[in-house]
């Protein structure tokens, strides 16, 4: 069975510093992880994925995330914050294993303070 | 392009009704998929279509829920009797048909539809 946490509820950063939202994984075979971000009274928007190649992986709004196969992570980041980054992120994973599954963490809610 | 759309937006209905949810996938998406968020807990995967065909159902929860998604377009998902554990938000999403690739795929997800029932 494939999973994914998120060990912090809430991250909480001060705008114009970086930031990172954890994430790790548990799946069969090579993973597929995807990051997307839910903003009030909004939809899932997708902002980065990580397939193959580079473990480095840039995506919208500024925001990347690193692939670490060891540590089983896909943690995102961003290196400078802005108040309008304020939302609910939520990391997935999808393996060989759930043909057609999304399994999502729990969500992190990220507050960007001015 | 248009993205994920979803009707209604909320929903109130009291335990015992039905209710009905629609989901029209982008345009040219051969794939759907139904999720469900139950009150700040995981995003859980309810089913997948392919098409008018229903590929994986493994998600979902009891045969209250019937989806369907007749000519292949758009989906609806039916809870009927309504229960008090059916609240959540309920996510339609859909991607592209690269049946190769379909693991790497983005699935583009719509608003949710925030179900209450009473």
């Known amino acids: 069975a494939q999973s994914v946490a998120q060990p912090e509820d809430q991250v909480n950063v001060a705008e114009g510093n970086p930031l990172t939202v954890k994430c790790t994984y548990s799946v069969s075979g090579n993973p597929y992880l995807f990051w997307y971000v839910q903003y009030p009274n909004r939809g899932l928007q997708f902002l980065l994925k990580?397939?193959?190649?580079?473990?480095l992986v840039k995506g919208s709004y500024g925001f990347e995330a690193e692939f670490n196969k060891s540590q089983t992570s896909f943690h995102l980041k961003k290196p400078s914050a802005l108040v309008s980054d304020s939302a609910l992120y939520f990391c997935a994973v999808r393996g060989l294993g759930g043909y057609s599954t999304l399994t999502f963490g729990k969500g992190t809610m990220l507050l960007v303070s001015p | 392009e248009a993205g994920v759309t979803q009707f209604p937006s909320h929903s109130v209905i009291e335990k015992g009704q039905t209710v009905t949810l629609r989901c029209d996938p982008i345009s040219g998406h051969d794939n759907l998929y139904w999720y469900r968020r139950v009150m700040g807990k995981e995003i859980k995967f309810l089913l997948h279509?392919?098409?008018?065909?229903?590929?994986?159902e493994s998600g979902m929860p009891n045969n209250r829920f019937l989806a369907e998604r007749t000519g292949g377009t758009y989906s609806t998902l039916k809870v009927q009797p309504a229960e008090l554990e059916d609240s959540g938000v309920y996510f339609c999403?859909?991607?592209?048909?690269?049946?190769?690739?379909?693991?790497?795929?983005?699935?583009?997800f719509g608003p949710g539809t925030r179900l209450l029932v009473l």
């Open positions: 279509f392919v098409k008018e065909s229903k590929q994986d």
């Open positions: 999403a859909s991607s592209q048909d690269s049946a190769a690739v379909l693991y790497q795929e983005t699935q583009y």
């Open positions: 990580y397939i193959t190649g580079d473990n």
